[in-house]
Structure formats: structure tokens, C-alpha cells
């Protein structure tokens, strides 16, 4: 069975700092992979996607960047994080032969202070 | 340029009743309309979906109308039972997008 990972959990970091939050997927090959973010109280932004290595479609400019470099993994990255960069990240895949159903991961929840 | 709209942020339903979640949609081109459940601090869990050609989709207690000349979906939850209580969400999808709606919570009172 195919199960998805982020890490870390959470994180509290300070503005003007780095980020990298990673996501992998287990159990399947040439997925679609997905970030999204979610402010709260209100629903799912998508931030990045990928539909292979190296190709990354980008929905919000924003000091925010996203990177695959193998067929299973995800990264998100910043160089300097906002306030407004707080949230709840989540990753998602889905299987190009059943695009009609996308499974997320455990999400990460990001605090910059 | 809100694509996918949930207008009622929150729903209260008795246990054993029906529950229905609305969603509406501005883009007839969607093909694919899915719904997810969400619990607090936790990622979205799919539910069921449905095909832009279809108007219904069921999965046991779950069932999906789609109404594609009101650019209306709904979700049927029936019986409501306590553990449905959560923040739903509706999406849809196009050329490799998911756009989703902002969320209704739903209560099933005991």
C-alpha cells in the first residue's frame, strides 16, 4: 500500500530564517506530487506541483520554493521566511491513472515568529 | 477569483440523520469533483469523487449528487453518526489542479 511522509511535525522559526520541509511517498512510482497550504481558518491554497523529477509548476508567487529531485520526493524551501509564511503545510500525491482521488500527508505545522 | 465556493461555514445534525454538504463551482471545464474530510492538526482524508459526467457517486454511507447545469455538488452522509464530526471539503480538479472550496464543519450531535 502506498503511504505518504512530511517531516517535521511542526516547527517554530524565526522571520528572516531558511526553510525545508520534505515530503515522501511510499508505494508507488511517477506520482503526481502536491504542496498546499492551509492559514488559519481557511481552506487549501496549492503552492507548487509536479508531474516528474525536476519539473515544478508554481500557483502562488510568493518567497516560496519546491523541488524534486528524485521520482518520490518533495521539498519545499524558503530563504527567508514572512510572517504571513505561518500555516499548515500539507503534501499530496496522486496515481496519473486515478487522478481522481489524492491522498495527503500528515502536514506540517510551521510557526515563524 | 474564487472557483469553488462552500458557502456554509458550519452544519449541526442529529446522529442518525442525513447530513448534506453543498459546494458550488464557477468552471463548467472540471472533470473531476472529489470530497475529503478533515480533522484538526491532521491532513485531509479523501472520501469519494465524482466524474464530471456522472450525476451521482456512491460509497457506502456516502453518496455524491452532482448538478452540472446549477454548477452544484452536494455529499449525502447518511446515517450521521458522531464520528463524522469534522471540517469538510469539497475540490475540483483540472489539468493537474485541485481547487478547493473553504470548508464546512460539520457537528452530529449524540
Known amino acids: 500500500s502506498q503511504t505518504i511522509h512530511q517531516w517535521p511535525a511542526t516547527l517554530v522559526q524565526p522571520v528572516g530564517s531558511p526553510l525545508s520541509l520534505e515530503c515522501t511517498v511510499e508505494?508507488?512510482?511517477?506520482?503526481?506530487l502536491y504542496w498546499y497550504r492551509q492559514a488559519a481558518g481557511r481552506g487549501l491554497q496549492l503552492l507548487f506541483y509536479?508531474?516528474?523529477?525536476?519539473?515544478i509548476s508554481s500557483e502562488v508567487p510568493q518567497n516560496l520554493s519546491a523541488s524534486r529531485p528524485q521520482d518520490r520526493q518533495f521539498i519545499l524551501s524558503s530563504k527567508k521566511l514572512l510572517l504571513s509564511d505561518s500555516g499548515f503545510y500539507l503534501c499530496a500525491w496522486t496515481n496519473r491513472e486515478t487522478i481522481y482521488e489524492q491522498y495527503f500527508g500528515p502536514g506540517t505545522r510551521l510557526t515563524v515568529t | 477569483d474564487q472557483q469553488v465556493k462552500q458557502n456554509s461555514p458550519s452544519l449541526s445534525v442529529q446522529e442518525g440523520r442525513i447530513s448534506i454538504l453543498n459546494c458550488d463551482y464557477t468552471n463548467s471545464m472540471f472533470d473531476y469533483f472529489l470530497w475529503y474530510k478533515k480533522y484538526p492538526a491532521e491532513g485531509p482524508t479523501f472520501l469519494i469523487s465524482?466524474?464530471?459526467?456522472?450525476d451521482k457517486n456512491e460509497d457506502g454511507r456516502f453518496t455524491v449528487f452532482l448538478n452540472k447545469s446549477a454548477k452544484h455538488l452536494s455529499l449525502h452522509i447518511v446515517p450521521s453518526q458522531p464520528g463524522d464530526s469534522a471540517v469538510y471539503f469539497c475540490a475540483a480538479y483540472r489539468t493537474y489542479k485541485y481547487i478547493f472550496g473553504t470548508g464546512t464543519r460539520l457537528k452530529v450531535l449524540a
Open positions: 465524482i466524474s464530471s459526467i456522472k
Open positions: 508505494g508507488t512510482s511517477n506520482p503526481n
Open positions: 509536479s508531474v516528474g523529477i525536476g519539473q
